[in-house]
Nanobody
Framework: VQLQASGGGLVQAGGSLRLSCAAD????????MAWFRQAPGKEREFVAG????????YYADSVKGRFAISRDHAKITVYLQMNSLKFEDTAVYYC????????????????WGQGTQVTVSS
């Protein structure tokens, strides 16, 4: 499975961005998908996850109330709506497919997109 992420860019603090991640398979029904991010000099961290069938969502505390993850079955796409962006949200954002395990652990994800840069200016 190949994942194509898009939607990153430069935005002022308080602004919004919407990331998209499309899978290249026509028939694709993962257990779950998620967004992670990695800032320079820091470890990759969980941002938000969603179960593919039920749509149950999970968020890191740092983004609760500001970010929203969603998915489109027909387009085989997962989205991350990011509102009220802060300088500390600056990072490369990665989408990933959960192949088994905790939502919050990068090791649970077997497929990763190429990453899209989000830069928030203060």
């Amino acid at each position: 499975v190949q994942l194509q992420a898009s939607g990153g860019g430069l935005v002022q603090a308080g602004g919004s961005l919407r990331l998209s991640c499309a899978a290249d398979r026509r028939t694709f029904s993962p257990y779950a998908m998620a967004w992670f991010r990695q800032a320079p000099g820091k470890e990759r961290e969980f941002v938000a996850g969603i179960s593919w069938r039920a749509g149950t969502t999970y968020y890191a505390d740092s983004v609760k109330g500001r970010f929203a993850i969603s998915r489109d079955h027909a387009k085989i796409t997962v989205y991350l709506q990011m509102n009220s962006l802060k300088f500390e949200d600056t990072a490369v954002y990665y989408c990933a497919v959960n192949t088994g395990g905790s939502y919050y652990a990068p090791g649970s994800y077997g497929y990763w997109g190429q990453g899209t840069q989000v830069t928030v200016s203060s």
